[in-house]
């Protein structure tokens, strides 16, 4: 074998250790996506468009639910029944998706849920009002938690763009005069129960943030005063 092309294989060789380095590293920069969906009825193409581009796919029947949630960053919920929403309200597993997202919740992950695969949701112009109302309330109280509550036509920013993690500023002794800002992106009533009832009647949140129904008739019942910024 002569000179040079001993030259030009160790050339190439070293190229290809190079190249299989940066897809690596390039797979290890992605996120972990577990989404708590099928692969049926053609589910895997169906999200592949939308999270390839932000990180590597498992779905609900290729995870094992006794392996934990550690290793992904987000998970996101395309369907929530109604079961598994009064469930995760009061800190009771009703199913396998139950059991993942309240773990989620309790090792700081990303959780998303798609707006629109809330079971109850359907129902609103056909339910009783107040049943209804109490679906709502256990949908305030996950939100409160830190679940991320994101319509489908959205999911790509919120996917592209995680927000920091927010919690309400520390109340002072003379929050009722200044005001105290709630740095979330989805207000509940808790959030505001839990300011007012130390005296505070003013709240800055952002100009974006979404005011829920339950927080906003507390808001006016308490005669608090939001300002956005």
Known sequence: ??????????????????????????????????????????????????????GHMTFLDDFAVDDGVEQFDRILVPHLSNEDLAGIAVGLARSDVGK????????????IVL?????????????????YNMFQAYEERMASFGVEIAKREVLCEVLKNRPE????????????????????????????????SKGCKKVYIDKDSVVTPLASDYIRTHEMKVVRM
């Not at 030259?7 to 996506?33: C, F, P, W, Y």
């Not at 707006?115 to 009783?128: L, M």
């Not at 919690?167 to 300011?195: F, H, M, N, P």
């Open 100 to 111: 993942i997202v309240m773990e989620g919740i309790l090792c700081g992950k990303q959780v």
């Open 115 to 131: 707006e629109e695969g809330i079971r109850y949701r359907r129902y609103k112009d056909r339910v009783n009002e107040n049943f």
């Open 165 to 196: 993690k927010k919690q309400i500023a520390d109340y002072s002794g003379d929050a009722e005069e200044r005001g105290v800002r709630i740095g979330k992106k989805v207000i509940v009533e808790t959030d505001l129960y839990q300011l007012h």
């Open 1 to 54: 074998m002569d000179l040079d092309r001993l030259i030009n294989m160790i050339t190439q060789e070293v190229l290809k250790k190079i190249d299989d380095a940066g897809r690596q590293n390039q797979l290890r920069s992605k996120e972990e996506i577990l989404i708590l969906d099928d692969t049926g009825d053609g589910h895997r193409e169906e999200y592949r468009y939308i999270v390839s581009v932000y």
